[in-house]
C-alpha cells in the first residue's frame, strides 16, 4: 500500500461550521482533502430526515455534486436509513461526528473508514488543525497512521507457527 501525503475526511454538521451532529441525524456530511499543511474543501452531501440524500441542488464541491433529489411519494419501508450515510463515505479515511451508535460505526469501520466521536462541539478548521498537527507528528496515532498507509509498511508481518 502506498502512502498517502493526504486523507479525505468527513465530518457531521448541521450548521456548516462545527463539528455538531451525530452521524445518523446530521443534516450534512463535509468532505475535505487535508494534508499536513494544507486542506482542500471537496463537496457536501445533505440528507432528508430518515437519512436519504436530498437538498435543492448539487454540492458545490469538486465531486460535481453529491446531492440528488428523491421523490418525497417513493416508498421507505424497508429502506436502512444508514445505508445512504455510510455509501457517502466511499474513499473516506476518517469520519469526524459528535456521536455514533455502535451498529453504524460497525458499518462505517467495515468501509475501512475510521470514527472519531468528538465529546464536544468543535469547529471544523479546529479538527483539519488539530488533524494536520498529528501528521506533522514524528509519530502520528495508530489509526492516522493507518488511513495514511504506514502501518503495513512500518509493521513486520508475523510469522503464523
Not at 113 to 133: G, L, S, T, Y
Request: hydrophobic share 40%; glycine share 10%.
Amino acid at each position: 500500500m502506498p502512502i498517502l501525503s493526504h486523507v479525505k475526511i468527513a465530518v457531521t454538521t448541521n450548521g456548516l461550521t462545527q463539528v455538531d451532529a451525530n452521524f445518523a441525524g446530521a443534516k450534512n456530511v463535509v468532505f475535505y482533502n487535508v494534508s499536513h499543511n494544507s486542506s482542500e474543501f471537496l463537496d457536501i452531501v445533505q440528507f432528508k430526515p430518515g437519512g436519504k440524500k436530498g437538498g435543492e441542488g448539487k454540492g458545490a464541491g469538486k465531486g460535481g455534486g453529491c446531492s440528488m433529489m428523491d421523490n418525497d411519494d417513493e416508498a421507505t419501508d424497508g429502506v436502512d436509513p444508514l445505508t445512504a450515510r455510510v455509501e457517502a463515505l466511499k474513499g473516506c479515511a476518517v469520519l469526524f461526528t459528535k456521536g455514533i451508535g455502535d451498529p453504524a460505526a460497525v458499518r462505517v469501520h467495515a468501509q475501512k473508514v475510521f470514527p472519531v466521536k468528538m465529546e464536544a462541539v468543535r469547529d471544523i478548521d479546529e479538527v483539519i488543525h488539530n488533524m494536520q498537527r498529528m501528521m506533522s507528528a514524528a509519530t502520528p496515532p495508530l489509526w492516522l497512521r493507518r488511513a495514511l498507509g504506514y502501518v503495513e509498511q512500518d509493521m513486520p508481518c508475523l510469522a503464523e507457527d
